[in-house]
């Protein structure tokens, strides 16, 4: 296409759009009666089975996908994603984040050198590191053996490792390595994030992981600062290089930050925030928490989808199937949302991962070539664990709005429980709910059902199901390692064929500088009042009231270090 086109343009696209009104006609209840549609409508894939059966989509919308990927030149853009072609062109930036996750013995160019060496070198570096840490060889200020660690990061330095390590902490071999050791992640610059994150825990033994590309991100330096001043005033300042270690490319600032740059472990420009789990960003905080040998198989996990996604056909390849899904509910049958439902408390963090691996991707409103669009990307997330979820908001999902729903669900417990007389053991309940689910919000139930069921006459309107309600169910044969790395890739993969189809630029994140850059303003004013007693200006009405009534009724930061975290 001319760098003017759109992929609205395409015939591919206007005839989805008229298929629009055949499906319109249809019913769930009469698809899922079709059981070679069913049948070819489920894909397996080293243990993980997708069943998008539950779509409103028959095989003849499928093939209109797959001429509408084409048409976009999906394959294309996925063989120049790992060929290390600068895809990501407003920032002129290849995407490479599955060289983070290659094989020792990979080949991934970007600018006609191989990356996967470099990859390979910070992962044994990590190794060794974390090895050190773990094993009591690397010691704290005091001698004291580091247990606790206390990763400060902020958006994809925050969010996929979170959900990681949540996904693990209750896995058998993970908890096993994990004894006598705690994680946890400090994001968000309210000083409340700080209390809670140093409560109960020692200086002496505790490491800090400072995570930022630049070591420039306003909020995770001030944590930084703050970490660093709980430490050094508990423990002397020379001992921030025994307690602080870096994640980070600027050595220069890392090393003016009081952290030995020996102890900074490095990633590239190619690896996007969101994408940054399999990175230093994740691995550091993860191995040290659970080991590099678990944190490895994550990876293998994720390396598997990738090379799947790569080389597998359209009509059997998970991540372009549910893209192509994603794009038929977003752009052509309207709904403008996705709930992520796992039947997994283990993965009660994947929903804000997705929001943001999504959302921020996808959120955008001209194409790659700067075209405004005229069709709808991207959609909004959300989601809860099964079956805390039926109990908060599956009513408007049954008999609201219409909501596509992915339901996960895994076949082996992490933590199975078998109680005696009980018709089915937790893990069985729990899954009832998993396979129920999708068929109630696909049939729906009738006013005839309900009448033939002897329901009073002014009821039966409140408890019509209309169904016809789309859904996917995807299941893991376990939730190990692995299966969370290929799960992660799954998400990952299936958002970059949204924005390929779309013909944006799901890389770049330039709708988060804007208010950035306001509250570098507002920064300025609010140290201007509090330090030289300047009124508040250059603001609209509203804004300067509110800065206003702020700086008139809230106290300034002390000074003194002591006080600084009181009660902690």
Known sequence: ????????????????????????????????????????????????????????ATLDTLNKLFSLAEAARVKEKIIRMFNGEH???????????????????????????????????????????????RSGAWVGATGKTLKDVVAVGIGGSFLGPLFVHTALQTEAEARECARGRQLRFLANVDPIDVARNITGLNPETTLVVVVSKTFTTAETMLNARTMREWISSALGPQAVAKHMVAVSTNLMLVEQFGIDPNNAFAFWDWVG??????????????????????????LKGASSVDQH???????????????????????????????????????EKLAPHIQQVSMESNGKGVSI????????????????????????FYQLIHQGRVIPCDFIGVVKSQQPIYLKDEVVNNHDELMSNFFA???????????????????????????????????????LPS?????????????????????????INSFDQWGVELGKSLATQV????????????????????????????????????????????NI
Not at 10 to 31: C, G, M, P, Q, Y
Not at 97 to 126: M, S, T
Not at 438 to 466: C, M, R, W
């Open 479 to 503: 939730l190990n390692a692995y299966n969370i790395g290929q799960l992660l890739a799954i998400y990952e993969h299936r958002v970059a064929v949204q924005g390929f189809v779309w013909c």
């Open 87 to 133: 895809i990501n062109s407003t920032e002129n930036r290849s995407v490479l984040h599955v060289a983070l996750r290659a094989p020792r013995d990979a080949v991934i160019n970007c600018d006609g050198k191989n990356v996967v060496p470099e990859v390979w070198h910070v992962l044994d570096k990590i190794r060794d590191f974390s090895e050190r840490v």
């Open 369 to 392: 070539d700067g075209v405004p669009l005229p069709y709808q990307t991207g959609e909004i997330d959300f989601g809860e664990p099964g079956t805390n979820g039926q109990h908060s």
């Open 523 to 566: 920064r300025k004013q609010l140290h201007a009042s509090r330090k030289k007693g300047e009124s508040v200006e250059g603001f609209n009405f509203s804004t300067k009231t509110l800065i206003t009534r702020y700086l008139e009724t809230s106290d300034d930061v002390p000074s003194d270090p002591s006080t600084l975290l009181p």
């Open 273 to 298: 925030g969101r994408y940054s789990v399999c990175s230093a960003v994740g691995v550091l905080p993860l191995s040290l928490q659970y080991g590099f040998s678990i944190v490895e198989k994550f």
């Open 1 to 56: 296409m001319a760098s003017s086109a759109l992929i609205s343009d395409t015939e591919s696209w206007k005839d989805l759009r008229a298929h629009v009104e055949e499906i319109n006609k249809t019913h769930l209840r009469d698809l899922m009666n079709n059981t070679n549609r069913c049948q070819s409508m489920m894909v397996e894939f080293d243990g993980i089975v997708i069943d998008y059966s539950r779509q409103r």
């Open 437 to 475: 689910q999708p068929d109630a919000l696909a049939y729906g139930k009738t006013p005839e059902q309900l009448q033939k069921e002897n329901i009073p006459e002014h009821l039966v309107s409140h408890k019509t199901f209309s169904g016809n309600r789309p859904s996917l169910s995807i299941l």
């Open 309 to 347: 996604f790569l080389s597998a056909p359209f009509e059997k390849n998970i991540p372009v199937l549910l893209g192509l899904l994603s794009v038929w509910n977003v752009s052509f049958l309207g709904y403008p949302a996705r709930a992520i439902l796992p039947y997994s408390q283990a993965l």
